[in-house]
């Protein structure tokens, strides 16, 4: 049974979708749909969000940096994870609620990233692109250094399982508010607009 609020939440996104346009939207969910078969179908594909996920990744080494070497090296991942989780918990208090199907899925894209990085933990065979990193990779270092290096491909699936589920969050929760764009008519204020949000 879905909680009071839970069930306050569903109608505030419903009520927040009145009016809105839904085709521009409608085309970001494909285009999240269509990044979803990509990472399923190549380990390595890499989207447009990538240079984003990668640049960071790359600052949460510098800010992890003084907690460690082992919280600065595993920082990236962090950073990297946590950005969209910070920027769902943003565009909630600004009541954008697509902004945040969309976070989801760019979440997903992050763990897709993640978890091809720790796959590659014992191949070592990614080109890696910091400076620093052609005698270093994060991955084998984090798990060697918890002696959990031999089960790389268990995280790798791991994170495929977890960005699988970020993207169907994103999707099912997209494609919802989508349809409600659809479906709700416009309020009075709005109906005479020629072009809603």
């Given at each position: 049974?879905?909680?009071?609020?839970?069930?306050?939440?569903?109608?505030?996104?419903?009520?927040?979708?009145?009016?809105?346009?839904g085709?521009?939207?409608l085309?970001?969910?494909?285009w999240l749909?269509y990044?979803?078969?990509?990472?399923?179908?190549?380990?390595?594909?890499?989207?447009?969000?990538?240079p984003?996920?990668?640049?960071?990744?790359?600052l949460?080494?510098?800010l992890?940096?003084?907690?460690?070497?082992?919280?600065?090296i595993a920082g990236?991942?962090?950073l990297?994870?946590?950005?969209?989780?910070?920027?769902m918990?943003?565009f909630?208090?600004?009541?954008?609620?697509?902004?945040?199907?969309f976070?989801?899925?760019?979440?997903?894209?992050?763990?897709?990233?993640?978890?091809?990085y720790a796959?590659?933990?014992?191949?070592?065979q990614?080109?890696?692109?910091?400076?620093w990193?052609?005698?270093?990779?994060?991955?084998?270092?984090?798990?060697?250094r918890?002696?959990?290096?031999?089960?790389d491909?268990a995280?790798?699936a791991?994170?495929?399982?977890l960005?699988?589920?970020?993207?169907?969050v994103?999707?099912?929760?997209g494609?919802?508010?989508?349809?409600?764009?659809?479906?709700?008519?416009?309020?009075?204020?709005?109906?005479?607009?020629s072009?809603p949000?």
């Amino acid at each position: 049974m879905i909680s009071e609020a839970a069930a306050k939440l569903l109608r505030q996104a419903g009520e927040w979708c009145r009016g809105r346009n839904g085709w521009w939207r409608l085309a970001v969910m494909a285009w999240l749909g269509y990044l979803l078969v990509r990472h399923w179908g190549d380990p390595r594909y890499q989207s447009l969000i990538h240079p984003l996920n990668f640049g960071i990744h790359e600052l949460g080494h510098f800010l992890f940096m003084p907690l460690g070497q082992f919280i600065g090296i595993a920082g990236g991942t962090l950073l990297q994870l946590l950005a969209p989780l910070a920027a769902m918990f943003m565009f909630l208090k600004q009541r954008d609620y697509f902004a945040i199907a969309f976070a989801w899925g760019w979440l997903g894209t992050n763990l897709f990233d993640v978890a091809t990085y720790a796959g590659d933990a014992r191949a070592l065979q990614l080109p890696l692109a910091a400076p620093w990193a052609v005698t270093f990779h994060d991955w084998n270092f984090m798990l060697t250094r918890l002696g959990l290096l031999p089960h790389d491909q268990a995280f790798a699936a791991a994170f495929r399982l977890l960005a699988t589920a970020s993207f169907a969050v994103a999707l099912t929760a997209g494609g919802w508010l989508v349809w409600r764009m659809f479906t709700l008519p416009a309020p009075p204020d709005k109906a005479a607009k020629s072009s809603p949000e």
